[in-house]
């Protein structure tokens, strides 16, 4: 289209001048030059596009003239839009000039009733203020009460005694408690009205609570099975949360012991005879005092019953004071700030100590109840080893009931009392029954026996070790314990045994101490808790032994005849001069030699038969043999010792004799010592093993 319309411009302007040509040229490449991107002259390409018109000049003249006329139309179409325009503008103008009028008129009745409305617009304000200030005290009053003042309900819970103790309960004392302590933070402030009122109401309330709950635990305990006082969960708890009142939990457990005392003093009683003052008669039960002709038994019965319920009576009470020992404690440590002035101020719990004063206090009537009736017992006995026996099983429970008890403990103490007692009355016994022996023992058996009153004291003393060994006395101390009683029992019969010994000649004196002692080994050293008095014995029996072996080797001496050469040579020394004044003796002629020669051999043949019948009444035939071999050996070395002496003094004499005189002349005049006393320390020592 632009070719077009270039080829009509140079068809138009052929034949014009050369100006008119550069004009046209300049135009054209004005036009040409424009970028098609020009929104304007690609509206104009458009434009011309639309019309189809042919590039005539007719065309050119008309599009031109349609073109101004079009623009022409455009520009009146513009001018009328313009004059509505003009005429809207002018009525707006006026509408706005009115509105500014009633503005202005607003504007002045606004700040007239401003003027007029300012005292009720502030003292709205002010109103406003105050209710938004009290809206906001409603608020902290709503907290205050929510979390400072417990509820009606609540307070039915906590104080009635209607209502039970149960969740509920606790959970109330609980935000109670709470409360209490937030109100020392109130107490922080300028005004401590507020904290001084609250903590008093929360305080009375605290007191009512832990009254209902000190009540309610009172009313638990009376109604619970004493006979199986198995505390639940619910008491356990109430008596940790009491603990928290030092007065109140004691008062408690007081009125708690008193119970327990009185229910177990009853008990005790219904299982000794039967029959209660509170309970119907129990027919299918068997009173312990049916038993008691038979002490033992009887006194059995009554610690065996004694220690079932001191067991059972801690194990029931343990899951209290041990299992909820540290919460109880800390209870107390609480409840030392709100009683300063409480007992239990400036002690330290502990939940063992409580847990055995407690059952010391439970089981006091029985203790009295039972020392009382073993006490009758046992001053009733006449017989001293059931009362040892009696003893023993005193001490056998109160070693027991030790691992559960305190020493200090009412039936600890009651048991070592009753101990004391009873060994009390086995020494007095013991001592009757010695004196009484002693009396009887007047004189000693023909035969030289043990005396009937020292075997009828073994057997005792017997039973007595027989009863001890079965004890539970430590190791280390059984010797020591059991002195005291060999003293009173033994010793004495022995002395006696002893001074009966003295009034009677050599060796049955001996013999007979021998034959006592050597019983009294027999029967002590079957226990090893009688060492010391088996070296007593073993001290006597060595010393009597040591007495019968004198008096054989003295009856061997005497009897052989060797008696009188041995006393004259022990004086003498081994030099040559006392040698040679032994053939010069008068016991060591030849008249006297030969005499105590044929003496040995008369003697030798029957010597030990001769020598065992002085101890034919030794009980023990071994110990008598073993004292005649060793008196036989003694001999044997007193013979040598003589032999030796002769043979030596022979040697001296003959020398002498050969210096003298001729061989022949001293065969005539001088006969060795050897010659007439030819028997051997060899011969000898065959003849009497």
């Known amino acids: 289209m632009a070719l077009e319309l270039s080829q009509g411009f140079d068809d138009r302007t052929g034949g014009s001048t050369g100006q008119r040509s550069n004009a046209l040229a300049n135009r054209l490449t004005s036009v040409l030059s424009v970028s098609y ?89 002010i109103l406003l203020a105050q209710r938004q200030d009290l809206e906001r005290k409603k608020q902290l009053l709503n907290a205050v009460n929510k979390h400072f003042v417990p509820t009606d309900e609540e307070l039915m819970v906590l104080t009635s005694t209607t209502e039970p103790v149960n969740e509920e309960f606790f959970a109330v004392l609980a935000r109670v408690k709470q409360v209490h302590a937030d109100c020392k933070v109130l107490l922080g402030g300028e005004n ?228 004391v007692s009873a060994m009390r009355q086995f020494e007095a016994l013991q001592s009757d029954h010695t004196a009484t022996i002693q009396a009887e023992l007047t004189q000693a058996p023909s035969y030289l026996n043990v005396p009937d009153v020292l075997h009828e004291t073994l057997a005792q003393l017997k039973a007595l070790m027989n009863i001890h060994d079965s004890s539970l006395a430590p190791a280390t101390s059984r010797e020591a314990q059991f002195q005291p009683i060999l003293s009173y029992t033994l010793r004495p019969v022995l002395n006696a045994c002893e001074s009966l010994a003295q009034d009677l000649d050599v060796p049955a004196n001996n013999i007979l101490l021998l034959n006592c002692h050597l019983a009294t080994k027999r029967t002590l050293q079957a226990f090893d808790f009688t060492t010391s008095s088996i070296e007593l014995s073993d001290a006597s029996i060595e010393s009597s032994t040591e007495k019968l072996v004198d008096y054989q080797h003295a009856f061997f001496l005497h009897v052989s005849g060797l008696h009188t050469l041995l006393a004259a040579l022990i004086p003498l020394t081994d030099c040559t001069e006392d040698l040679s004044k032994i053939a010069t003796h008068p016991a060591f002629q030849p008249n006297a030699l030969t005499e105590a020669s044929q003496t040995l051999d008369e003697f030798l043949p029957s010597a030990l038969m001769d020598a065992s019948e002085n101890l034919k009444r030794l009980k023990d035939t071994k110990l008598a043999g073993e004292i005649t071999c060793e008196a036989a050996d003694r001999f044997c070395e007193d013979f040598q010792f003589v032999e030796r002496r002769m043979a030596a003094a022979d040697e001296i004499l003959m020398a002498d004799e050969d210096a003298k005189r001729s061989d022949e002349e001293m065969k005539k005049e001088a006969q060795p010592l050897r010659d007439l006393y030819p028997r051997t320390s060899g011969e000898i020592r065959v003849l009497l093993s």
Not at 42 to 54: G, I, K, M, V, Y
Not at 59 to 73: S, Y
Not at 77 to 86: L, P, S
């Open 37 to 125: 991107a020009d929104s304007e002259l690609r509206d104009a390409l458009h434009f011309l596009d639309s019309t189809n018109a042919q590039i005539t000049p007719e065309a050119r003249r008309r599009l031109r003239w349609d073109l101004q006329k079009e623009g022409i139309q455009c520009n009146g179409n513009i001018v009328k839009d313009f004059g509505q325009v003009a005429e809207q503008l002018r009525r707006l103008g006026s509408t706005i000039s009115s509105l500014n009028r009633r503005c202005d008129d607003m504007r002045r009745q606004v700040a007239a009733a401003r003027q007029e409305n300012a005292p009720v617009l502030e003292e709205a304000s």
């Open 192 to 419: 401590q009205r507020l904290g001084l009122e609250l903590m008093e109401q929360s305080s009375r309330h605290l007191d009512n609570g832990y009254q209902k709950l000190y009540r309610w635990i009172q009313k638990e305990f009376k109604a619970l099975d004493l006979e199986n006082p198995q505390i639940n969960a619910v008491i356990r708890r109430s008596l940790r949360i009491l603990a928290e009142r030092p007065t109140l939990f004691e008062s408690c457990l007081t009125g708690f012991s008193e119970a327990r005392e009185h229910i177990l003093s009853d008990g005790f009683y219904t299982a000794l005879t039967g029959s209660s003052t509170h309970r119907n008669d129990d027919l299918t039960m068997k009173p312990i005092e049916l038993h008691a002709h038979d002490a033992l038994r009887y006194i059995g019965d009554m610690l065996a019953w004694t220690h079932s319920a001191t067991v059972s009576e801690r194990e029931a009470l343990e899951s209290l004071f041990v299992d909820e020992g540290d919460e109880m404690a800390k209870g107390i440590q609480a409840g030392r700030h709100s009683e300063p002035w409480s007992d239990m101020h400036n002690e330290s719990f502990d939940g063992r100590k409580a847990l055995d004063d407690l059952v010391n206090q439970n089981m006091a009537g029985v203790a009295r109840v039972l020392q009382q009736r073993v006490q009758q017992a046992i001053q009733n006995q006449n017989d001293p080893v059931t009362v040892y026996r009696i003893a023993n099983l005193v001490n056998f429970y109160c070693v027991t009931l030790s691992r559960l008890l305190r020493a200090e403990s009412s039936i600890m103490e009651t048991l070592a009392s009753l101990e």
